[in-house]
């Protein structure tokens, strides 16, 4: 276990010497999360290693029901002829945590053993998992570094290792890929603090110094597709694991000869990352593999019918059975269905249009007087004029839908429709 600097005031202790071109304050190491969010400095003066207390989060555990949509959600897949690989980033924590460095509340053996429950739940409803977390504690105990000192983010190295046994799975798959481009793998040292920059000065006072120095890759891929058009096969998804900006697409097109499209969405979460693919989807650009790379994967019931819900409208989209429209308000917006004419499972699908669309959260009324709660999320980054989201939610089997109340950014034109899920 690396030495931990505890007890450190603000400005209470002053780093000097030939590593540090400005005196540097450690934010101090922590007991509680319950206040505000905060680092902790883990290693020595010489090599500090930073993390946020928001890594230290416990796994949900995954409920009976959870596990029958997880094959469910895996058997959708295989029907749709999509290759889907799922690589769940652990937190640092789990790599790092332990009794001296666990805050109040996080049980660092309890996360280790929920997240491997999650996996192998995964792994049984047939879903393809790659475990990261024994790879980067391997490379970690040997002198690597997985993950950056000061970032959340993995290295260069660490996208190198885990793109090895994603080639491996591919290749076992037999994923019918065109792998006959010629690729080109650029990298490139610079430096880069990343998300923790600013809090770092806000919290502690000062910077690190010397900055990080991180490895970016790039890619060159030449060749033609065999039906002459943009090879859309493989993509990624997820959030920002997976932007072009670090580097993974690259290093995935390099290993496998073939392009790689990221659709992954920088700070929008991988369920934002999903549906935002899905919802953007032309038909005619289906893929044979999607790669899901993220930080908080959350497989859970509720998660999932978003998910199953959102593949159902891009490939299969069909008339609703009903739908309304209003223009959005201060006040939640109250649409009232029939129950009657309604089938037994059914999904509801909201489309809103305007300034910044990106929230929206729902409450569903049934007919048996029960509600639920879904909140919605798209992260746009691209600075536009009007906005577009869709969101799709697959309704509970043989519950009939009275009302549903929707909240969301005032001004927006909102449409409400429910649409017959068939598979």
Aim: charged share 15%.
């Amino acid at each position: 276990m690396k030495r931990v600097l505890r007890g450190l005031s603000l400005m209470g202790l002053m780093l000097t010497g030939s590593t540090y071109a400005a005196p540097f304050a450690f934010c101090p190491a922590v007991t509680d999360t319950s206040g505000k969010p905060t680092l902790l400095a883990l290693g020595d003066a010489s090599n500090p290693r930073l993390l946020e207390t928001s890594s230290f989060v416990q796994t949900p555990t995954l409920t009976a029901d959870d596990k029958l949509m997880l094959k469910q959600f895996s058997d959708q897949f295989k029907a749709e002829g999509i290759n889907l690989v799922m690589i769940p980033i652990p937190s640092p924590a789990l790599v790092y945590g332990g009794p001296a460095v666990n805050p109040k509340g996080f049980d660092s053996a309890l996360a280790v053993q929920q997240y491997a429950d999650t996996l192998a739940a995964e792994q049984a409803a047939g879903l393809n998992v790659i475990d990261v977390l024994p790879i980067a504690k391997k490379y970690e105990a040997s002198g690597g570094v997985f993950f950056a000192l000061r970032d959340h983010h993995w290295t260069g190295e660490g996208m190198q290792l885990a793109a090895k046994p994603l080639v491996d799975l591919v290749n076992a798959l037999h994923v019918d890929l065109d792998r006959t481009y010629t690729t080109t793998l650029h990298s490139r040292q610079a430096a880069y603090n990343g998300a923790y920059d600013n809090v770092l000065i806000k919290l502690c006072g000062a910077q690190p110094y010397p900055v990080e120095q991180r490895t970016f890759f790039s890619a060159d891929v030449t060749g033609e597709s065999l039906l002459g058009n943009a090879n859309t096969d493989t993509v990624i998804i997820g959030d920002s694991f997976g932007i072009p900006f670090f580097g993974f697409p690259a290093v995935v097109s390099d290993a496998l000869k073939t392009p790689v499209v990221s659709a992954a969405v920088n700070g929008g979460g991988s369920i934002s990352g999903f549906t935002q693919y899905f919802d953007n989807l032309k038909l005619e650009e289906k893929p044979k593999l999607v790669i899901w790379v993220g930080s908080n994967i959350v497989l859970n019931g509720p998660n999932i019918r978003e998910y199953r819900a959102t593949v159902e409208a891009a490939l299969h989209p069909s008339a609703p059975l009903a739908q309304k429209n209003a223009l959005t308000t201060d006040k939640p917006s109250v649409f009232v269905f029939d129950p009657s004419n309604q089938q037994a499972q059914q999904y509801f699908q909201l489309q809103v249009s305007g300034p910044k669309a990106e929230r929206a959260t729902a409450v569903f009324t049934y007919s048996d007087n029960t509600q639920e709660t879904r909140a919605f999320y798209q992260r746009e980054d691209a600075p536009q004029t009007t906005y577009n989201a869709t969101f799709s939610y697959l309704l509970p089997p043989a519950k009939k839908l009275v009302s549903v109340s929707v909240s969301t950014v005032s001004g927006l034109t909102a449409t409400v429709a429910l649409h017959p899920f068939m598979r």
